[in-house]
């Protein structure tokens, strides 16, 4: 899995930093942003296989993140990760390119589960 590249955007550090470690010990290659502008930065510089998002984050939610996810790279997956999730979000998800959306708390295995999932659409 070392050659699968995942960012995780969370602006809640022991949340995002959580996430990186229970992926980093998959052995997946893991970059963290704390919010939608930092992650904008690092899809400029490098290319990722997969986005792990939080849907509310200040500045710039995790839906308007996705749109300019799509326009930087529009072949990067994503997963949606939210406490607030409700069917108007989810279709709105789903229409910027979500593929997997999780309801908050998300415990390890579902995480490692939903990324498995779309490692499995890319082969």
């Known amino acids: ?14 949340t995002r930093l959580g996430y990186a470690e229970v992926l980093e010990m998959e052995n997946f290659k893991v970059s ?8 904008i930065e690092l899809l400029k510089q490098d290319k990722f296989d997969i986005v792990v998002t939080d849907l509310r984050m ?3 939610d995790g839906l308007a993140f996705l749109e300019r996810l ?42 490692m589960e939903a990324v498995h999932a779309v490692v499995a659409m890319n082969d």
């Open 70 to 111: 799509k326009q930087i790279d529009k072949n990067t997956k994503a997963i949606m990760i939210t406490a607030f999730g409700s069917f108007k979000t989810y279709k709105k998800a789903s229409d910027s390119g979500v593929v997997i959306y999780l309801n908050k708390p998300v415990r390890a295995a579902e995480l």
């Open 58 to 60: 200040p500045e710039m």
């Open 1 to 14: 899995m070392k050659d699968i590249k995942i960012l995780v955007v969370d602006d809640e550090e022991h």
């Open 32 to 39: 963290t942003a704390e919010d939608a502008f930092k992650a």
